[in-house]
């Protein structure tokens, strides 16, 4: 069995000894902070993880968590999603946004499940990328999440706060998933996304991060001077 391996080739740019002791110690500051971090959505299979996050695309998963029993009940099978009426399909999951994309996606997906891999959702990312809706990040999440098979899933709050963290330089979700992946071990991979989706929703948002109550704060290159300039921006602009 094919496990997934960190991306693209060789690596040009090794990390030094100190930036991996101090990414290994903010992995330990918030793994005390967020004790059992895990996904945010809801799932009960493969097949349910797959679903939920091609719907969480540019939708937050608590709107996810509110369809998708629903969803799974009318639609419990890659069957059952093949042989959907789309224009059905997209009013069940149009609160999701870009509805019409997801639900032939959804379809698309689940033929392809059906017709190519018995109705079951492969475990390798070079599989995973040739379902429809797929991209790196969401083969990650099932990788990670439904098989135990270690993965970097590159979100919005994982890209946030590895930029602000010192951890990637990069904005491409794929270098920032080599630079992550260089600087911790295969075996917290997983985790570490789980970590910093919690730390990014409640303490490191986008606009003013809570650099005063964060865990990280000493190790953090970013710390402070964001949420100065957001908040002397904000001042400008009244």
């Given at each position: 069995m094919k496990t997934n391996e960190a991306t693209h080739g060789s690596n040009e740019n090794p990390v030094s000894a100190a930036e991996k002791a101090r990414a290994r110690k903010v992995y330990v500051l918030l793994e005390r902070e967020y004790p059992g971090a895990r996904p945010a959505l809801n799932f009960g299979s493969p097949f349910e993880l797959l679903v939920a996050t091609i719907l969480s695309t540019q939708c937050t998963d608590?709107?996810?968590?509110?369809?998708?029993?629903?969803?799974?009940?009318?639609?419990?099978?890659?069957?059952?999603?093949?042989?959907?009426?789309?224009?059905?399909?997209?009013?069940?999951?149009?609160?999701?946004?870009?509805?019409?994309?997801?639900?032939?996606?959804?379809?698309?997906?689940?033929?392809?499940?059906?017709?190519?891999?018995?109705?079951?959702?492969?475990?390798?990312?070079?599989?995973?990328?040739?379902?429809?809706?797929?991209?790196?990040?969401?083969?990650?999440?099932?990788?990670?999440?439904?098989?135990?098979?270690?993965?970097?899933?590159?979100?919005?709050?994982?890209?946030?706060?590895?930029?602000?963290?010192?951890?990637?330089?990069?904005?491409?979700?794929?270098?920032?998933?080599?630079?992550?992946?260089?600087?911790f071990r295969k075996e917290y991979w997983t985790g570490l996304c789980h970590l910093l989706m919690a730390h990014g929703r409640k303490v490191c948002s986008a606009r003013i991060p809570k650099c005063g109550m964060c865990v990280v704060g000493g190790l953090c290159p970013s710390a402070f001077k964001l949420s100065a300039s957001s908040k002397s921006k904000q001042k400008k602009g009244m």
């Open positions: 608590a709107r996810v968590n509110m369809i998708t029993p629903g969803l799974f009940k009318k639609y419990p099978s890659p069957d059952s999603f093949m042989s959907a009426d789309r224009a059905e399909l997209e009013k069940h999951v149009k609160s999701t946004g870009f509805y019409r994309q997801k639900a032939k996606a959804l379809i698309n997906a689940s033929r392809s499940l059906v017709e190519k891999f018995s109705g079951e959702v492969p475990h390798t990312m070079e599989e995973l990328l040739t379902l429809d809706g797929v991209g790196r990040k969401t083969a990650n999440v099932l990788l990670g999440n439904a098989f135990g098979i270690p993965g970097i899933a590159v979100d919005t709050h994982v890209s946030r706060l590895a930029q602000r963290l010192g951890f990637s330089q990069e904005s491409g979700p794929e270098k920032i998933e080599r630079d992550l992946s260089l600087l």
